[in-house]
């Protein structure tokens, strides 16, 4: 996929979003759910395809600047920074060997280093305070929260057909599958998503879906698509 393709993508969906939102914006009292998950999906599509031009676009720049030179300005902004601060002591140093030198009342011949007192002990304290206790008692509780987060957002991920395809997937089953047409493609996936299990979507695409599109059953998105059905339904 070029950038040419990614800017008319980004445009359509802007185009949508507005759109949308011009109809949410018709119901103050209540908007319908499913009108909420379309105008949320198409802002996620519209981030997404954000992510890929700006990848798209580093990578032209390396290629036409040079990799040394993108991102160098910072770099050499530090080295000055230290270059200055070494200059600095050098130059505080000087001074200060300077003033010893011109001192005359020091005598070094009489000169005795003043005693320094000895450092005293530290006492080793092996009680543990109450307020340990509790910050490892919340820090064990803020570690399990996440691995439940993990662990549910994984669950989620399976149980979604929206969420489980990939930006690389998405980008190949709407150009082989939908002749590119992001509304198409939205329409179809929420409407397989919906479906009570698998045996349901795949009745759905047999019978509505291939014949309106004329799928080749037999082709790699297709297949790429009905295993992410399989797997939606699995859990």
């Known amino acids: 996929m070029d950038k040419e393709t990614i800017h008319k993508q980004i445009e359509i969906l802007i185009e949508t979003i507005i759109e949308q939102h011009d109809s949410l914006k018709a119901h103050p009292d209540y908007i319908a759910q499913i009108d909420m998950d379309l105008f949320l999906e198409n802002i996620r599509d519209l981030y997404e395809f954000s992510i890929v031009l700006d990848k798209m676009n580093t990578k032209d720049r390396k290629l036409i600047l040079g990799a040394e030179t993108v991102g160098e300005s910072p770099k050499i902004k530090v080295e000055e920074k230290k270059n200055n601060v070494a200059l600095n002591i050098i130059e505080e140093r000087k001074e200060a060997f300077s003033e010893v030198n011109d001192t005359s009342e020091l005598n070094v011949g009489n000169y005795q280093p003043p005693k320094q007192k000895p450092a005293p002990k530290e006492k080793k304290n092996n009680k543990i305070a109450a307020g340990d206790l509790f910050e490892d008692g919340v820090a064990i509780v803020e570690e399990i929260k996440l691995k439940q987060t993990k662990k549910n957002t994984a669950k989620e991920i399976h149980t979604d057909l929206i969420k489980a395809i990939g930006i690389n997937e998405k980008f190949l089953i709407m150009n082989e599958l939908f ?45 790429l698509l009905q295993d992410l059905i399989n797997k939606r339904f699995s859990e």
């Open 179 to 223: 002749d590119g047409s992001l509304e198409d493609y939205n329409t179809t996936i929420n409407q397989l998503n919906n479906c009570r299990d698998a045996a349901e979507a795949e009745q759905q695409i047999f019978l509505e879906i291939q014949p309106k599109y004329s799928w080749d059953m037999n082709s790699e998105p297709v297949k």
